[in-house]
């Protein structure tokens, strides 16, 4: 298939190019580098840098097979302080591909959406089914995006899946997580381990769990870009079908620092902090739709193996 990965150049999406490029498929990355950066652009991909709004139609123009939309702004806590950034980023640029989709008539679209489009679990692990009730502006964005394509799918014809994604970490080879804000678990205590922070901080060790820390469902980047590959495979014209993608096991804060100890080596101290606002206690998928609809199943489900692929691509880009 002929692919556009927008995004392409970002942690998702930088990943899910690679594995399609491996694939066979022909890629196209569309990115404007507000938080990609063009060396993760995977070889045998082509690269057009540029806004969706201004530049997607042109592009579209030359005839796709299908669409991967994985350009978002992703931060919780900015999408609060700046909602502005988050209704125009997220829904009016969606908005804007998917009409340019129409114009062009490209036929498939999977869209990288959130957990966060559900907010406070009523029960847990969380099916598909289950209340959306986001409570930031980045989930509420993403989720009204779900909606739209909902209405374009049935309109227009697309074959439309939107992958609802957990907790994503580890890294593919030399692709892997590289915000210029880091706010993610993972990526932190690596940092702590290679001497760039002093420690990390729990925020809470006081909720309704185990060991009083947050539980969230870790899934390895290349587990979710190969249900990418797969829903593109199973997408149905005039249907928008969602799928939830995590491992389906919960791993608590604490577990995930202890993990890290283990594969780095280092003692990584940790200090409690207050709680975050907008965390709920306990965040774990069902994802027995993706396994029953599209055949997947997380490969690589084990949080040592996630951890490890972080640190082997963290030291790697630390030069360590
Ligand atoms: N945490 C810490 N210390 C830190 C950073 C995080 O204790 O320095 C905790 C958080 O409180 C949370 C857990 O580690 O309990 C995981 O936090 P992350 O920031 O790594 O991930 P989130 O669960 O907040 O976010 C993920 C996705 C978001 C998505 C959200 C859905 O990364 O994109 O799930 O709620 F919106």
Redesign the pocket.
Known sequence: MKLLVTGGAGYVGSTCSARLVEAGHEVVVLDDLSTGHADAVPAGARFVEGDIDDVAGEVLAEGFDGVVHCAAK?L?GESMENPAKYWHGNVVTSLNLLDAMVRHSTPRLVFSS???TYGEPESSPIAETATTRPTNT??ATKLAIDHAITSYATAHGIAAVSLRY???AGAHGELGERHAVE????P?VLQVALGQREQ????GDDWPTEDG??V?DYIHVVDLADAHLLALEHAVPNEHRIYNLGNGTGFS?KQVIDTCREVTGHPIPAVVAPR?AG??AV?VASSERARADLGWKPERADLTTIVQDAWTFTRARAGA
Do not use: E, K, M
């Open positions: 992703s919780v959130t957990a966060a980045y989930g957990f907790n994503v706010t993610h678990i993972i932190i990390v901080q729990i925020y820390t947050c969230r804060v975050r965390d709920p965040l």
